[in-house]
């Protein structure tokens, strides 16, 4: 039996509370990221900023799978009463997630270290990752379960816990990666702890495993598209210490961190709109999910043009003042993943509508493009620029994505026939036509 009390879905938030605390959220989390890499910065120079990039990027990689493999699939499977949320099956499913993730890290680092490589950043963030992310899935069922508030504290309380051991560390003289790695796991065990405690469920019991399994028929497209997405807009950079050195890496992430609130955007956007845009395919059919994406993308592309214009202007006196001497040539690349991350905006809407309407192959195909294009576009172009190159195949690969998704969506989501005025809601499966026959060959 799931220890999940019924009655804990009734507190749902809506509305412009619900979008308050949304944007506080994501605000406060990417907020805690970006200081985390300048005060690594500051202590350790590019060096250590290199070293954290590498660890932040195996993190991101974490998180994108938990969330292939479970939130993403359980938020559009549009079970959103935690009677029926399966919300400790899920958590248990996490946690096994996460271990597995961690021993596989543990295993490379020994291997990256039997061959003479630095392994710091990988071994010292495998132990943690468990715990970071169980606190992510919470922060997802709480969107989820449009209980924004429930997400909102575990983030504060990762932040405190954070700040708290990050300061007892300091004042024993630990200011190393692997103390910083370790109280950034620790804030998010306590995160993921005030998290399972709102959401009212228990640790006994089993069913993780069965969990997965029953998630699987869908989950493996998630987890295929998240793949190539991950590999054309972040993996690829795994490349980057190996083409120019770990302190170069640091270089390019300090000046990718200063656009980095503009994701804070994109998650938050992302949070919000994949189960309204599953929501709005269920109840009003694909007429709803057309109404809505537009909307979404204006919206998404205005804030970031703001905020992404205004850094690219002001990228030489922001770099100085947060980094200080010796990250000069973060300024540029500053610049560059502005103009990358004005073309993701664009692309934003429609990417959210293929997934909320099952065409997670085509999404794939298209985030396939683009994977290509980033590799080939950083070992060519590092070759001819050296660091800049990094950042100009960001930009090639974002323009190729944007140009596949909106022909993908035009294809498919845009030619899908409106429902009939007078048709019922009908069920996930059958709300676009065309989709009942991919989903069936999911299952098989």
């Known amino acids: 039996m799931t220890a999940e009390v019924p009655h804990a879905r009734q507190r749902s938030i809506t509305g412009s509370w619900a979008a308050i605390l949304t944007l506080a959220d994501q605000v406060l989390s990417s907020a805690s990221n970006f200081a985390l890499g300048v005060l690594i910065a500051r202590v350790g120079g590019a060096e250590a900023l290199g070293s954290f990039g590498i660890a932040f990027l195996i993190w991101l990689a974490g998180v994108g799978v938990n969330r292939a493999l479970l939130t993403e699939p359980m938020t559009v499977g549009g079970l959103t009463r935690s009677g029926d949320a399966q919300l400790r099956e899920g958590m248990l499913a996490s946690l096994l997630v996460g271990v597995a993730v961690a021993g596989v890290l543990a295993v490379a680092g020994g291997g990256l270290l039997l061959a003479g490589i630095d392994a710091v950043a990988v071994l010292a963030l495998a132990p943690w990752l468990p715990s970071l992310l169980v606190q992510d899935y919470w922060r997802a069922m709480g969107f989820r379960l449009q209980r924004p508030d429930l997400a909102f504290v575990s983030d504060v309380v990762f932040v405190l816990v954070q700040g708290g051991v990050t300061v007892a560390l300091f004042a024993l003289g630990a200011r190393n990666l692997t103390a910083f790695l370790a109280a950034w796991g620790i804030g998010a065990l306590g995160g993921a702890l005030v998290g399972q405690r709102m959401a009212r469920t228990s640790m006994l019991g089993g069913g993780g495993v069965s969990h997965l399994r029953n998630l699987w028929p869908r989950s493996r497209w998630f987890l295929a598209e998240f793949g190539t997405a991950f590999t054309a807009g972040q993996g690829y950079l795994f490349l980057v210490p190996v083409l120019v050195g770990t302190a170069g890496f640091g270089i390019f992430r300090a000046g990718a961190s200063l656009i980095g609130p503009v994701v804070t955007v994109f998650l938050a956007a992302g949070n919000v709109a994949l189960p309204e845009s599953a929501r709005r395919l269920r109840e009003y059919g694909p007429a709803g999910l057309k109404a809505y994406t537009p909307r979404l993308t204006a919206a998404v592309t205005a804030v970031t043009l703001l905020y992404c214009g205004t850094v690219a202007i002001l990228a030489g006196p922001m770099v100085r003042l947060v980094y200080g001497a010796g990250f000069d040539g973060a300024v540029l690349i500053t610049q560059l993943v502005a103009v990358q991350y004005m073309l993701s905006g664009v692309a934003f809407g429609c ?94």
């Open 351 to 444: 990417g959210i509508a293929l997934k909320a309407a099952g065409y997670l192959k085509q999404l794939w195909l298209v985030r396939g493009v683009g994977a290509v294009v980033s590799i080939t576009g950083l070992l060519v172009l590092t070759r001819l620029f050296g660091l800049p190159g990094a950042a100009y195949a960001g930009i090639a690969a974002a323009g190729v994505y944007l140009v596949a998704v909106m022909l993908a969506y035009q294809r498919t989501v845009a030619q899908a026939s409106p429902r009939p005025a007078h048709a019922a809601p009908t069920a996930r499966r059958s709300a676009v036509p065309g989709t009942e026959g991919r989903h069936r060959a999911a299952d098989r």
